[in-house]
């Protein structure tokens, strides 16, 4: 299939590009961009007038459920909601059931998806067998079979011998060692973050230092290792801080943040609103704040959706019982749109600085072939319109789950078109 993408507006970060330019697509790669290789004659042309034309989004963290969750989702749901989103690159966390943590499991979940001919997924194999924190994984073995790199998903390493000896062995074979910061015994049990919110409803409070704690203990094991270690959805004040003294320290570390982090805080709550029943919970206006600023000065390498669906049997519950989690994967495109549209000024080139953070970034974090548009590239391509408002409601969204904390809301940004390598994988009428 040969295509030409004509009159849109071409945002790619990584080569600099913000222009009117058309795109020509062959074979699965970028033939072209501006002009069209000499002979080329395209199958079908696509008028992207008025539409911006940007690599196909990279989602850091995107939970599909299978296997052994099928009843909260299935692959065929959540990759088609990911192509109504634009995402055609997926990291996936090692927590399902079983859990990532052998060969077969990972080759079996790329053989699934690569079957569905959609989005690209990435595992992370387990760090510890079972994520229990105990014996480490074949890590070499898992790498061969498919996985980017390795995480503990929510899971902690109580032992940190055990999580030294992990760094030091992805250090030995240079692999990525995702990690969610979070002190196994401070706040445990606790729903919200501690704050006047939560002592007023009455809900046990996580501490951000629950979070601070754990980075200066992971930043002590990456100095004694040289490990490269990714940070996932870092949300507090304090945390971004150290974050930022550490990458200017040199450090190999980066990170991440779930786009419902910057926009929401403890107030939206509300009543006991189990939609806004995340992990990490959602911190103060100050914490906000700084997330939002932290995106505009790197400190936050990324964007990721952090989409974990829940169904109504876990979610339609008292707060405190509910499942932490929220879909994500078709509103990652406009959260960081609304990201843009509020804290960067036209100066500052908002649309294209929200663009890298989920195309550019997150593919150079993960280490992805993904997040650019140069001629030689994979053909993956999200086409949207920037203009368009539309109503986050349940019975528009394709994921089976239904649950997120922005139901009601109205957003900017609307997916026209999704390509993934050469073919066109979604198309809204």
């Not at 995107?62 to 690159?89: D, I």
């Not at 990435?122 to 980017?148: F, H, Q, S, W």
Request: a negative charge; aromatic letters at 6%; hydrophobic letters at 40%.
């Amino acid at each position: 299939m040969k295509l030409h993408i004509k009159n849109g507006r071409l945002i790619d970060p990584a080569n600099n590009i913000d222009a009117q330019q058309d795109l020509f697509i062959a074979a699965g790669k970028i033939v072209g961009v501006g002009a069209a290789p000499a002979d080329f004659s395209a199958n079908k042309t696509i008028d992207a007038g008025g539409l911006v034309v940007t690599p196909g989004l990279v989602d850091l963290s995107a939970r599909l459920r299978e296997p052994g969750y099928e009843y909260k989702a299935t692959l065929e749901s959540e990759m088609q909601a990911a192509m109504q989103g634009g995402v055609t690159s997926l990291v996936c966390p090692p927590d399902t059931d079983p859990v990532l943590d052998e060969p077969g499991l990972v080759e079996m979940l790329k053989h699934r998806a690569k079957s569905l001919n959609q989005a690209h997924v990435y595992p992370l194999g387990a760090l510890t067998v079972g994520l229990k924190g105990k014996e480490l994984t074949e890590m070499a073995e898992l790498t061969d079979a498919g996985c980017i790199g390795f995480a503990q998903a929510e899971e902690p390493i109580l032992d940190t011998t055990v999580l030294l000896r992990a760094l030091q062995y992805a250090r030995t074979f240079d692999y990525t060692v995702w990690l969610r910061p979070q002190d196994p015994y401070l706040g445990l049990g606790g729903i919200a973050h501690s704050g006047a919110v939560a002592s007023r409803l009455g809900l046990s409070g996580v501490p951000t230092m629950a979070e601070t704690i754990r980075l200066h203990t992971i930043f002590e094991l990456v100095r004694a290792t040289g490990a490269r270690v990714h940070l996932c959805r870092i949300s507090s004040a304090p945390g971004l801080e150290l974050i930022r003294s550490a990458k200017k320290e040199g450090l190999p570390i980066s990170c991440d943040v779930g786009a419902h982090h910057i926009h929401m805080t403890d107030v939206d709550i509300g009543f006991f609103d189990s939609n806004a029943r995340m992990t990490p919970p959602f911190r103060s206006q100050r914490d906000r704040d700084a997330i939002r600023q932290a995106l505009l000065d790197g400190t936050i390498d990324a964007i990721c959706s952090d989409h974990t669906p829940v169904d109504d049997d876990e979610k339609l519950l008292p707060f405190g019982e509910a499942t932490p989690g929220a879909t994500g994967l078709e509103l990652l495109l406009s959260l960081a749109l609304k990201w843009a549209e509020e804290c960067v000024s036209p100066a500052q080139q908002g649309l294209s600085r929200a663009v890298a953070k989920i195309t550019t970034d997150a593919a150079r974090v993960a280490g992805l072939p993904a997040g650019q548009l140069k001629v030689g590239s994979i053909a993956d391509i999200c086409i949207f319109d920037p203009a368009i408002r539309w109503k986050v409601e349940a019975k528009e969204l394709a994921s089976q789950g239904k649950h997120t904390p922005f139901l009601g809301y109205e957003l900017s940004g609307r997916v026209k078109t999704t390509i993934v390598a050469g073919h066109i994988a979604f198309e809204r009428v």
